[in-house]
């Protein structure tokens, strides 16, 4: 039997041949592909779609399970060559090395203590927990017994995790007595007792110890060092369908709740693999980092299971890039002698308003390929990334994808196609995009501009949106029929690259976060001297985008700090990340008729723009333009 190997491209011909072969043959391509995997049985069909429906089945009655995959197939060949580096918040405690026959143990322990608390095959677990490697054994513990894992970012409020956990109805919390962030220490568990008050659905919760902060355990409340105490390191892994589902992780939608989604074992197991080894171009002996956390899909699949599919070393940071200061990663970079880093154009921005002196005192000569997601990459940070870290000599592959697409979309491979400054150039193998025009017609040849969408199916598209499969159909497969939309827009050059120009809807990139408006204005709207507020993306130079809300108050004369209230509304309702970095006071929103803000205007003036609003006369209210503007 082949390899999968043998579907890397090497060389621009190869990606140019797989390319074909993936698009006019997808169902042998990808059939080819999955078999390099070990099934416990083969699939009967390999695809069956309907994007009306919308429906989508990949491997269909294949058996598997994905811990297999990542753990039990590499113990023959590499059983010491370790999974999991990881490197702790503070750099003077240790690093650890953990091997692939370690992480098998660990997580098959693991696994039978979920056992222990009746969590059976298609329970929900939640995972609140901070960057440790008990995070990614917990994750590939409940994949091994069949259960559902949620990954809930420890950065969200108490509020946001409750929304979370009551959604799916997870049976059980995973969680940490707190986690360290740089300089600080964040009482993770007073967060969750607060979110466990409204979630009747945990039976109960496991609590790794961290920070040793004192902490009070509630009824049904036990550590995690107690609970594997005495465990049988034997856990057969559950057999699962293809189809069956592997994971919730919850994303920002323009208006609304979070969106569940939900991908399943079989075809993302395939993709995020192949998208890892092709994009990144892996070798065994690499030390791959990717600097995202666990509770985004970049850390998915990305830390977990493409480099643990892949038989990778995956390195695990728990800290931040500035501390003890700046020079965090590139120290990191030289002590591990890191040959993929993989991180956000916000970080890289951050880093470059330091002195390239933090940089240079470190040896980056290890590194082989960089990379970037989560938003676009201006020219300048690029360049800063390609000269100072990559010393001109490492590809940059600049990755487009989403929570939605499992896997990367539109890259380079490093090293194998060429890459191109603020382009996310080139489909990956399998995929097909297209540029649409407003009525929904493909936009043929190069050099043109339009909305992104996806033609074709891909083995790690979402499934649905849990517990609400019609929400799922309107947001992706509503408005374009026949399409995946992705709510981006994007660019050609003459060449065919893709540059992705932005969000089509309410959804803003601040940090590389997804993060709706709709939510915030929620948030603060719950406050009782608030009116009504609007809030919109404006450019900002680090973080990419930065928000501003615009609110009404009801009494203007209240005497307490609203910015400051405001912010405390949302930090609780949503997480600090969700913070405007500006609080406008108007005495009223730019409105049509139908009662409708117009945002557009909003977002001008946000933007810095003081005349040119465009055609303002379908406004109720044109002269409150000039009242914000006085002010702003
Ligand atoms: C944006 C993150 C430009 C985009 C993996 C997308 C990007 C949203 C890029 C998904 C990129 C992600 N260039 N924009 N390389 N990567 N985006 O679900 O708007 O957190 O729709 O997934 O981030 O964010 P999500």
Same mark, same amino acid.
Request: proline share 6%; glycine share 10%.
């Given at each position: 039997m082949k390899k999968i190997e043998n579907y890397i491209a090497k060389n621009i011909n190869e990606y140019n041949d797989l390319y074909s072969?993936?698009?006019?043959?997808?169902?042998?391509?990808?059939?080819?592909i999955a078999s390099t995997f070990s099934w416990r049985n083969k699939w009967t069909k390999t695809l069956e779609y309907d994007f009306n429906k919308p429906e989508f089945k990949w491997f269909l009655n294949g058996k598997l399970n994905i811990t297999e995959n990542c753990l039990d197939r590499h113990l023959e060949e590499n059983p010491n060559k370790t999974a999991i580096l990881f490197e702790p918040n503070d750099p003077n405690k240790e690093t650890q090395k953990i091997s692939y026959k370690d992480l098998h143990q660990r997580v098959c322990v693991f696994a039978n203590v979920l056992k222990s608390k009746n969590v059976e095959k298609g329970d929900r677990v939640c995972i609140y927990m901070p960057m440790v490697p008990e995070l990614t054994i917990a994750v590939l513990a409940c994949a091994r017994i069949g259960a559902v894992h949620s990954v809930v970012f420890a950065g969200f409020s108490s509020t946001a995790l409750a929304a979370r956990i009551k959604d799916s109805e997870c049976k059980i919390l995973l969680t940490a007595d707190g986690s360290f962030r740089g300089s600080k220490v964040i009482d993770l568990k007073s967060i969750v007792d607060e979110a466990l008050l409204e979630c009747d659905s945990i039976e109960s919760t496991i609590v790794f110890k961290r920070t040793g902060s004192n902490v009070k355990m509630n009824n049904n409340e036990t550590w995690w060092h107690n609970e594997i105490e005495d465990v049988s390191d034997y856990c057969e892994a559950e057999e699962m369908d293809s189809e069956d589902m592997l994971f919730i992780l919850y994303t920002s939608g323009s208006t609304g709740k979070p969106k569940g989604m939900v991908h399943s074992c079989g075809g993302y197991m395939v993709y995020s693999t192949y998208t890892f080894l092709n994009v990144f171009q892996y070798?065994?002996?690499?030390?791959?980092?990717?600097?995202?956390?666990?509770? !985004?899909? &970049?850390?998915?699949?990305?830390?977990?299971?493409?480099?643990?599919?892949?038989?990778?070393?995956?390195?695990?940071?728990?800290?931040?890039?500035s501390y003890p200061d700046y020079s965090r990663f590139w120290n990191i970079?030289?002590?591990?002698?890191?040959?993929?880093?993989?991180t956000a154009p916000t970080a890289i921005r951050a880093l470059a308003k330091h002195s390239v002196s933090l940089v240079e005192s470190n040896d980056l000569s290890s590194l082989k390929v960089l990379g970037t997601v989560g938003e676009p990459i201006n020219e300048e940070a690029w360049n800063w990334y390609d000269k100072n870290i990559g010393k001109s000599k490492c590809p940059i592959v600049d990755t487009? !994808?989403? &929570?939605?697409t499992g896997g990367i979309m539109l890259t380079s491979l490093a090293g194998v196609t060429k890459d191109k400054p603020t382009f996310a150039t080139k489909p990956m193998i399998g995929i097909q995009p297209v540029l649409l025009d407003k009525d929904g017609k493909e936009i043929l040849g190069y050099d043109k501009e339009g909305i992104l969408a996806i033609k074709y199916p891909w083995p790690s598209i979402a499934r649905t949106i849990y517990g609400n499969h019609q929400r799922y159909k309107n947001v992706y497969f509503t408005a374009?029929?026949?399409?995946?939309?992705?709510?981006?827009?994007?660019?050609?050059?003459?060449?065919?690259n893709f540059r992705i120009t932005g969000r089509v809807d309410d959804v803003v990139i601040v940090s590389g976060h997804n993060l709706g408006t709709a939510p915030i204005e929620d948030a603060i709207n719950l406050h009782e001297n608030v009116v009504e507020s609007a809030v919109v993306g404006y450019p900002h130079e680090i973080k990419g985008n930065a928000l501003r809300a615009f609110v009404i108050l009801l009494d203007e004369a209240v005497i307490v700090d609203m910015e400051k209230e405001i912010k405390e509304q949302i930090s609780k309702t949503i997480g600090p990340i969700a913070k405007p970095d500006i609080i406008q006071i108007v005495p009223g929103l730019p409105k049509i008729r139908s009662g409708k803000i117009m945002r557009r205007i909003l977002r001008k003036i946000a933007s810095g723009e003081k005349e040119n609003f465009g055609d303002i006369s379908t406004l109720l209210n044109p002269e409150i333009v000039k009242q914000i503007l006085i002010k702003a």
């Open positions: 072969k993936s698009i006019n043959h997808p169902e042998n391509f990808w059939s080819e070798q065994s002996n690499d030390i791959y980092w990717c600097t995202a956390d666990i509770g !985004w899909i &970049t850390g998915h699949s990305y830390i977990v299971y493409g480099p643990l599919l892949a038989g990778a070393t995956s390195v695990m940071f728990e800290g931040v890039p970079v030289e002590k591990h002698k890191i040959t993929h880093f993989y487009w !994808w989403q &929570t939605e374009y029929p026949g399409y995946y939309f992705p709510g981006d827009g994007a660019l050609t050059d003459s060449e065919g």
